[in-house]
């Protein structure tokens, strides 16, 4: 969920070319969008799911108290990386998408040492199967109308010049004005366009008729063949 989520929560809230460092009413110290995606979110959020999958190897999953243990923990980064996203402030997204996507890493590898240290062997690949299906609905929730929901919640019903911008309102001028143009462009060229002289016939005459083929020749019938 926290993966699939990640994605329409941030194309909803930064949803222009621009995103301000600062907080949401910021207008100063903004980057291009495609950089901050590329050089800092995405980075942030490969680092946290990558690192995070490793960790396991390093925790005995003695009884199931240390495990009920570190589930809650990666919930808790999970929620608690989702929740920073609220404070819309660009520099702490990258934080809450490290968190959060630390988390979701962290419940892969301890899923995968449970299963392998606690599964019998020839039960494992049913385990897998299962666990991935259940992740699965997750993900389908999480990229679900849902996650639109919770970008009208991180916005609460405000709006500024970068983020949480209403639809199209850093595009329709230049849509409004390239229409205007074209408009005014064919209005000159039909006035400009010259008319046809009065003394020019409208139609073509029309072509002369053929005279109709000649009859073909009709061939004498064969005679007839000699019987053996």
């Known amino acids: 969920f926290v993966l699939e989520d990640g994605f329409p929560l941030l194309f909803n809230t930064y949803n222009t070319d621009r995103v301000p460092l600062g907080g949401p009413a910021g207008t100063d110290g903004t980057v291009p969008l495609a950089l901050y995606l590329s050089l800092f979110w995405f980075p942030c959020m490969a680092l946290g799911d990558t690192i995070s999958r490793r960790l396991p190897a390093y925790i005995p999953l003695t009884n199931w108290k240390v495990c009920i243990f570190c589930l809650t923990m990666a919930i808790i980064m999970c929620i608690g990386g989702e929740a920073l996203d609220f404070l819309m402030v660009g520099v702490v997204n990258g934080l809450a998408v490290f968190i959060a996507n630390f988390g979701n890493g962290f419940i892969y590898g301890l899923s995968a040492k449970y299963i392998d240290g606690f ?26 109308s849902l ?59 029309a072509a002369p008729e053929l005279p109709p083929a000649p009859a073909l020749p009709t061939l004498p019938p064969l005679p007839d063949m000699p019987t053996l």
Do not use: M
Request: net charge negative.
């Open 119 to 144: 599964i019998p062997e020839e039960h494992r690949y049913t385990s897998y199967n299962l666990w991935c299906f259940v992740g699965d609905l997750g993900g389908y929730a999480g990229q679900s």
């Open 147 to 205: 996650s639109v929901k919770l970008a009208e919640q991180v916005c609460r019903g405000n709006t500024y010049t970068y983020v949480c911008a209403p639809e199209h309102a850093h595009h329709s001028h230049g849509i409004t004005g390239i229409t205007t143009t074209v408009a005014a462009g064919a209005a000159t060229a039909s006035t400009a366009a010259p008319t046809a002289a009065p003394d020019v016939p409208t139609a073509q005459p």
